[in-house]
């Protein structure tokens, strides 16, 4: 049982560089997000998805998209790398309901993005 | 938008002692949370309290919620070395259910020395 698996764990950007940032879960999750974590701001909702096909903005959208086809996968992608976009990257997942009251949101291990 | 403050930014305690992190938050809330993250690490769940709730325990965890004072501490019996890590407060806004959109906190930085 693997939880939340983030990759790339490190990444170097050029400005105006695109990438993708994967986030995979195995515990059949409905709810998946992306935050960033930025030094002195805890951390801020990017996007958010509550099922295959459903996705919602967060606090800090504005550079990033998302996608949901599948229930596993949920990436992230930057679209135009800006300096201001360098941060750590965290994939959440959790269950809806009852599971999300019990266990709370499963955290990936971040991907560390700078961009240059 | 910043929901949850915790205070204090930092603490140094010595093993054995008693940790005592608050949380202060804005607006109304479902539930709260408590998240630890280990230095380079991603979060993890420590516990969660519903509105309705007034107290919660998790092993040496003691979690209390006050949404008259809009606040929540989160209590570290017999600290260990292993308790070293930052803590986060985090809540959820939705009214009647939750609303997928975890807001955090600035984080305690709790340093247990052995």
């Known amino acids: 049982n693997a939880g939340v698996t983030q990759t790339p764990k490190f990444q170097v950007l050029k400005t105006g560089q695109s990438m993708t940032l994967q986030c995979a879960q195995d515990m059949n999750h409905e709810y998946m997000s992306w935050y960033r974590q930025d030094p002195g701001m805890g951390l801020r909702l990017i996007h958010y998805s509550v099922g295959a096909g459903i996705t919602d903005q967060g606090e800090v959208p504005n550079g990033y998209n998302v996608s949901r086809s599948t229930t596993e996968d949920f990436p992230l992608r930057l679209l135009s790398a800006a300096p201001s976009q360098t941060s750590v990257y965290f994939c959440a997942s959790g269950g809806l309901g009852i599971r999300l009251s019990s266990y709370g949101y499963t955290f990936g291990s971040g991907t560390r993005l700078t961009v240059v | 938008s910043q929901q949850g403050e915790e205070d204090p930014q930092a603490l140094s305690i010595q093993e054995g002692e008693n940790a005592t992190m608050n949380c202060s938050y804005k607006t109304s809330i479902n539930n709260l949370q408590w998240y630890r993250q280990n230095s380079g690490r991603g979060l993890v769940h420590l516990i969660l309290?519903?509105?309705?709730?007034r107290e919660k325990h998790s092993g040496r965890l003691r979690v209390t919620l006050d949404t008259s004072k809009k606040s929540s501490s989160l209590l570290i019996t017999a600290s260990r070395a292993a308790d070293t890590a930052s803590y986060f407060c985090?809540?959820?806004?939705?009214?009647?259910?939750?609303?997928?959109?975890?807001?955090f906190g600035k984080g305690t930085l709790l340093t247990v020395n052995p």
């Open positions: 309290i519903r509105s309705n709730e």
């Open positions: 985090a809540t959820d806004a939705g009214s009647g259910g939750s609303n997928y959109k975890l807001t």
